[in-house]
Nanobody
Framework: QVQLVESGGGLVQAGGSLRLSCAAS????????MGWYRQAPGKQRDLVAS???????NYADSVKGRFTISRDNAKNTVYLQMNTLKPEDTAVYYC???????????????WGQGTQVTVSS
């Protein structure tokens, strides 16, 4: 069994900062890409940022220069530092990871339960 547990969401004023964390646990052999997605009410879930196990990163255009994704491979944890937050960043943020379990031949995609981020104007 593999689990992704997120933390760090909350309410912040525009211009403020938040840091999200997501820890993977369970019978993990390896983790490839880890990332963050977000979904606002009535909208689809979109990629915010991703990072490979080698440290290569990818960002949505809307967050470039404001958000930074990082990971600690020893802790199986991914972080999202969000600065200069805007009201349009308000959404549920979901952690995502492609994980190969012990004794499993393939990677599977796993999701966290989601954490609410609300930015007030």
């Amino acid at each position: 069994q593999v689990q992704l547990v997120e933390s760090g969401g909350g309410l912040v004023q525009a211009g403020g900062s938040l840091r999200l964390s997501c820890a993977a646990s369970g019978s993990i052999f390896s983790i490839n890409v880890m990332g963050w997605y977000r979904q606002a009410p009535g909208k689809q879930r979109d990629l915010v940022a991703s990072i490979t196990n080698g440290g290569s990163t990818n960002y949505a255009d809307s967050v470039k220069g404001r958000f930074t994704i990082s990971r600690d491979n020893a802790k199986n944890t991914v972080y999202l530092q969000m600065n200069t937050l805007k009201p349009e960043d308000t959404a549920v943020y979901y952690c995502n990871a492609r994980i190969r379990r012990l004794a499993a031949p393939y990677q599977y995609e796993y999701w966290g339960q989601g954490t609410q981020v609300t930015v007030s104007s």
